[in-house]
């Protein structure tokens, strides 16, 4: 689908941690315009990057505008409804691109094949509703509106799935929300919670951060090695030879 996907979605990850960083900003100073249109801009780049990360975010704006007007927070529900305007025309094209594929006749076809009916909401969501908890539970004194507004963030990310799914009664892919959007925040936030504990033990901090570092990023290193591995074959110069 042209610009559905331009890019890998590890590849415009940044771009989506930057949104949530922006939004942060805004909230604190939702007067300054410089704010809001940064806000705007890094959101309707979202619509060009990965369909599920502009729906995370397009639905974590709802409940945080949802949030705020139950809270009163009139002017901060004001900035968050300009910047999200400005940045539906900037995704005008997008948006053009997308009604324009919904009246191919393969639309059908493909929303059949992208979506799983009979998929069952798992288990996971729970676990990750617990981690919500905790980390509010852990953060809302010493930084209520952060707490808040991130507790939002990836509840948002847990309950898009299941609401799409009584919305539609398809399973619009619910493990592309959880793996490529809420487990990177989710590690982030126990990684948050475990320091937090350890506040008042910096050789304890020290050595869980360089642990985790180096445990990682040979992880990393060797899920790359593995995965190159199990489809090197598909890569066949040779088309000749991809055919016999």
């Known amino acids: 689908l042209f610009l559905s996907r331009a890019f890998h979605p590890q590849v415009t990850l940044p771009g989506f941690v930057l949104f949530i960083i922006c939004v942060l900003m805004q909230l604190k100073d939702p007067e300054n315009k410089l704010k809001i249109a940064l806000s705007s801009v890094i959101l309707g780049f979202l619509f060009y990057s990965y369909i599920f990360y502009?729906?995370?975010?397009?639905?974590?704006?709802?409940?945080?505008?949802?949030?705020?007007?139950?809270?009163?927070?009139?002017?901060?529900?004001?900035?968050?409804?300009?910047?999200?305007?400005?940045?539906?025309?900037?995704?005008?094209?997008?948006?053009?691109?997308?009604?324009?594929?919904?009246?191919?006749?393969?639309?059908?076809?493909?929303?059949?094949?992208?979506?799983?009916?009979?998929?069952?909401?798992?288990?996971?969501?729970?676990?990750?509703?617990?981690?919500?908890?905790?980390?509010?539970?852990?953060?809302?004194?010493?930084?209520?509106?952060?707490?808040?507004?991130?507790?939002?963030?990836?509840?948002?990310?847990?309950?898009?799935?299941?609401?799409?799914?009584i919305l539609t009664g398809q399973d619009l892919e619910t493990f592309h929300y959880l793996r490529r959007a809420v487990m990177p925040f989710s590690t982030l936030f126990m990684v948050l919670i475990l320091f937090q504990l350890l506040n008042k033990f910096q050789k304890a901090k020290i050595f869980l951060g360089t642990f985790l570092i180096l445990s990682m990023s040979i992880y990393a290193v060797n899920v790359q090695i593995t995965s190159s591995k199990v489809i090197e074959k598909a890569h066949i110069k040779n088309l000749d030879e991809r055919l016999i």
């Open 54 to 165: 502009w729906t995370f975010a397009a639905f974590f704006l709802v409940i945080l505008s949802a949030y705020l007007f139950i809270s009163k927070k009139y002017t901060e529900l004001k900035s968050i409804i300009i910047s999200s305007v400005i940045a539906l025309v900037v995704g005008i094209p997008y948006f053009y691109n997308l009604y324009s594929f919904y009246n191919l006749e393969l639309s059908a076809d493909f929303i059949a094949k992208a979506s799983l009916p009979e998929f069952p909401i798992p288990l996971t969501l729970f676990r990750f509703c617990a981690l919500v908890f905790v980390f509010w539970a852990v953060f809302r004194r010493t930084k209520p509106l952060e707490t808040n507004v991130l507790s939002l963030f990836l509840l948002s990310g847990i309950l898009i799935a299941p609401f799409t799914k």
